[in-house]
């Protein structure tokens, strides 16, 4: 009888299934495609590099020759974009043409050539009693992206998680709908043709309450990853049950020091500001020093004004030329268009003050022939990247020599900075003795 009362009182396993499973109950059709995309996981984390890179080989192929398909569905979003009256910036994120096809193409085949983080040991060692103990790189599982306008994100997406084991569940934003769904297809066929399943890459369609989906659906999706702006993260990071990497928006600083070379910060920021404004990754505010200011700023306007460039700036900036007023939300701004807010600062105090308070930890430049002003602002700055001497736009997993980047992390826990393949594995440990026990 106590025995029986024991039983009761002590649930069976199947049971008492904790909360991070609760998810596979729900009969909804994100839970299907993601049921669907574990089993496709599985055979993905036991595939050998030939057979990944021959699937990523044949994913670039179908993805050329689906091209004229690609591009006519990509000119649908474009054109209702264009007739929403989307702001520029993000049309020239949302747009593709023939040389940003054959780039993802090239991302695939490049990804290709770079090492299979799955197996590699991180650490390993041998206890005395002869227990031998070693931590390798497994996949992730199941990776959610939540992503807006920009399709080529989607083969990036779909190759690293291929490539480091884990299969893909794309979340596009609806303005890129007709483009991500070509896209997709195609990846999938080539997945199919190289002998693995097709499900190792699904897109996830329907309205918008779909992403609250996503984000609920714990213990079937591993970890999700939103890339976006500002507004999609915060709900992604406020509201998903899922973990969730955190990319960062990219409200990034220039800041030209009293002892910099002018022409070197010059070319830096033109660079840094023009080269592609729409980007994470691109200079928002350019912070100049003082005693350095009236040799540096008034070739500066001139140049951001030849180049396009809007600058938001405050009375001792108007001097130099001819500014919007700069206000509060200007400083905050990740503007992804050709606007800068510029600000005269008293001193490297007042512009690590600066750049603390307005800071999305993203990228943070400085240039600086003083070493110790070098020094100061790498070890006080807290971003993903800190950069001397050099633009912005080198933070990029293909910069890096990563291969195609799935993201930049702003977040401090388990990835920060560009991510690329290993960046997308956890580890296990594998314990192995002959008969030892404790």
């Known amino acids: 009888m106590a025995d029986r009362r024991l ?7 199947d049971a008492a299934r904790d909360n991070r499973r609760v998810s596979e109950q ?19 984390a036991k595939a050998t590099r030939d057979v990944k890179d021959r699937a990523l080989e044949e994913m670039a192929n179908a993805l050329g020759k689906a091209e004229d398909q690609v591009l006519a569905a990509n000119a649908q979003d474009v054109a209702a974009a ?14 593709l043409t023939s040389d940003r096809v054959a780039q993802m193409m090239d991302g695939l085949r490049s990804l290709a050539g770079l090492p299979d983080p799955i197996g590699d040991v991180v650490r390993g060692w041998t206890n005395p009693n002869g227990v031998q103990v070693r931590q390798i790189r497994v996949p992730l599982g199941v990776v959610g992206i939540i992503y807006e ?20 569940l794309l979340r596009g934003s609806s303005s890129a709908a007709h483009s991500n769904a070509a896209i997709v297809a195609a990846l999938r066929a080539g997945i199919a043709a190289a002998g693995l399943p097709a499900d190792a890459v699904q897109l996830v369609p329907g309205p918008r309450s779909v992403t609250d989906e996503l984000m609920a659906a714990r213990g079937l999706v591993d970890v999700l990853i939103p890339r976006g702006g500002a507004g ?43 080269q592609r404004p729409s980007v994470c990754n691109a200079i928002e505010t350019l912070l100049v020093h003082r005693e350095i200011a009236e040799d540096f700023l008034p070739e500066a306007m001139r140049q951001l004004a030849a180049a396009g460039v809007t600058v938001h700036g405050d009375e001792r900036v108007a001097s130099y030329g001819d500014v919007v007023p700069v206000t509060e939300a200007d400083f905050a701004a990740e503007y992804n268009t050709l606007d800068l807010a510029v600000a005269e600062v008293d001193s490297i105090d007042a512009a690590l003050e600066h750049i ?12 600086t022939d003083s070493q110790s002003a070098a020094q100061r602002f790498v070890a006080e700055i807290d971003a993903a990247a800190v950069l001397v001497n050099t633009s912005s736009r080198f933070v990029d997993g293909g910069e890096f020599g990563f291969g195609a980047e799935i993201g930049i992390s702003t977040q401090k826990l388990h ?15 594998v314990v192995s003795g002959s008969g030892q026990i404790r």
């Open 415 to 429: 990835a920060r900075g560009p991510m690329g393949l290993p960046e997308m594995t956890s580890t296990k440990y």
């Open 26 to 44: 729900i009969p909804t059709p994100v839970a299907e495609l993601a049921r669907r995309s574990r089993t496709a996981g599985r055979t993905l």
């Open 232 to 274: 999609l993260i915060d709900h992604v990071v406020g509201n998903s049950q899922v973990p969730v990497i955190e990319t960062g928006v990219g409200n990034c600083h220039l800041y030209v020091d009293a002892d910099a070379d002018p022409c070197t910060a010059l070319e830096i920021m033109i660079n840094a500001k023009v």
């Open 82 to 95: 264009e007739e929403a009256g989307t702001a520029p910036g993000m049309i020239d994120r949302l747009r």
């Open 149 to 168: 306008a920009r399709p080529n994100v989607t083969a990036d997406a779909a190759g690293i998680c291929l490539k480091s084991g884990n299969a893909a």
């Open 356 to 367: 603390h308070r307005y800071s999305t930890g993203h990228s943070e430049t400085i240039v």
């Open 7 to 13: 039983r009761d009182r002590c649930p069976r396993p």
